[in-house]
């Protein structure tokens, strides 16, 4: 068993909204209301995933996809002009629940970097993670980012969730 590091397709956006659902229920209960979590999730994150894949993916958009025997273990979604002035924007990176810890995660970061270095024209690129999400906060500065302004999201239903911007020069 190998785990491979490729650029997702069309095809992917299935799988790859799964995971997104499955990471999504298993970290935002009690920032995601459970109605929306329990029952809408799978759906939204679908009809996402076909629009970024299959409908209009942008050309400064990157999905890499972490699979193993053509599992999809992980993804990881960057944005080239996610937000102007930022640099790149991490908008996701998710890790199958039973393969945390693993070094996926971090695999996925690297292959996202240098996809993020061959544009050639980025000295910085940013993510934002949920403020009381503590575990991956600590992950981002154990891998050397720097933890900025604070923010105010809004869920896909609806809700307001407080998130911390995240720096890290390349």
Known sequence: MTLEIRHAGPADAGAIAALHAES?????RGVFSDAFLDREVH????????ECLETAPGPDQG????EEDGACLGFICIR????PGWGPLLDNLHVHPGRKG???????IQA?????KASGRHDRWHLWVVEGNAPTRRVYEHLGWEPGEPG???APDGAPYPVRRYTQRI
């Open 112 to 116: 996202g970097l240098d996809w993020v």
């Open 63 to 66: 999905v890499l996809l972490a």
């Open 102 to 108: 693993g070094g996926i995660g971090r695999r996925l």
């Open 152 to 154: 105010l999201h809004t």
């Open 43 to 50: 759906e939204e994150r679908r009809r996402h995933w076909r």
């Open 24 to 28: 999504w229920r298993g970290t935002y």
């Open 80 to 83: 080239l002009e996610g937000e």
